[in-house]
């Protein structure tokens, strides 16, 4: 018996959807299960419904014979599809069955923007795989006067809206069910950081805080509070930390990484072993007091080869003033930057390319210029140091490994995975702007 039949379902079905602590949805036209939701092609997201198919998906219902009614019709879609469902802000458990009883299929999961759930769930004609996974939603309020203060970009990103947005890629996406409920005792881990962590909205940009969801089993949430083009002082400003201090909880954690902005600020009191390090060991703290687990994480290298093929470091001193930071401090460390730089020099000068945002003209709609950018990732790049950070946490012997996918292959960057077995399944949008900070 499917897992899903495990529980008892509230539905509150209108605006209140929201106030739900388990929802069960049985996607498409034919009979529905006892303690479901049916969902339609034609319910189409809105807040007074507080779920539905979003951002324009089409959608096809199938039916089969058979006496489940949970697995005898499904959703799919020869495109990327989207469903949202109005939830507060909080950690959730998302279980899905997937398959078909005729046919073969072949879905990856993200969701909000572009965050990496669940890769390739493939099922055989007849077979249904059900899968569980721990997803964060969170929002602006910090408290009934405050919020965070977000850019003119990040008002339309998927990850500051009122609901939760799934998408449904691959080959062959089929969705049967799915099954939401609020959990109280997740760790989460939460992410401070600039564009090399954000969770990137559109293609071909990619960032490894987005793709770190897929290498965790239910039990961890990853909020992810980066956003590109900040530093320590920017993300204290926007009232980012306080956002995250004001619901971080013990034995939750902290990844700190920023350096690439910061190693701008040009102030008397600015500089790697001033401002940088005095506001990294404010983080430090302030995790700390709230009983949670702060990891310094230095920030990845910029693509920067010398003609011997020697990645050169651009960062000045800022990667060693988070080493003595986190070593001052007695917390972990992740060498992110060593790592990423060891990554680069594998792939070469001109194959460390395909790690990053290099594109010639017109491989995106309204590209008429290459783009060429060697700080910022695709998402080949993001999925490989997310690798990266997968490794430190087992290396600093991090209670957060218990939770990994995957504890016993090792991932050496000098040894990366190669493209030509590597596959990412685009989303809908896409865009030529780069993101802020370099």
Known sequence: MLQCFAFTALFIVSSNIAEAQNLKFDFGNGKIA???????????YSAENGFGFDLGSTVTS???????ALTCDLITSEKPFYFS?????????????????????????????????????????????????????????????????????????LDWDDKLTFEFNNTKPA???MEITKVTDAVTVYLAGNSTVVNQDDEPWAAWGQMIPNFFKPGVSIANHAESGLT????????????????????????IEFGHNDQKEKGPNDGAWKSYTERLKLYISEAKKKGAIPVVVTSTARRNFDSTGKNINSLGDYPAAARKAAADEGVA???????????????????????????PANSYPGQD??????????????????????????????????YLVDTTTTFNPSKPDALTTWHWYESSKSTVVKPDGN
């Open 34 to 44: 006892k303690g479901y939701k049916q969902v339609l092609p034609t319910d189409i």
């Open 369 to 402: 210029k290459p783009l060429a950018d060697n700080t910022h990732f695709n998402p080949y790049g993001a999925y490989e140091l997310a690798k990266c950070i997968v490794e430190g946490i087992k290396q600093n012997k991090l209670g957060l490994a218990n």
């Open 333 to 359: 460390l992740i060498d992110l930057n060593v790592m990423s730089t060891t990554f680069y020099e594998a792939l070469g000068p001109n194959e460390s390319k395909k790690a990053f945002v290099h594109y």
């Open 232 to 255: 320590l002082g920017s993300f204290l400003g926007s009232k980012r930390l306080e956002k995250v201090l004001s619901v971080i909880k013990p034995g939750d954690y902290l990844f």
């Open 85 to 157: 469902v109005n939830v507060p802000e909080g950690s959730y458990n998302i279980t899905i069955t997937f398959g078909d009883l005729n046919a073969a299929t072949a879905t990856t999961v993200k969701a909000e923007s572009r965050r990496l759930m669940l890769e390739n769930i493939v099922t055989k004609p007849g077979e249904f795989v059900t899968k569980t996974f721990t997803i964060n939603r969170k929002d602006r309020q910090i408290n009934t006067s405050q919020k965070v203060s977000l850019k003119e970009r990040e008002l339309t990103k």
């Open 175 to 177: 969705i049967a069910a």
């Open 62 to 68: 199938v039916e089969r014979k058979g006496k489940n």
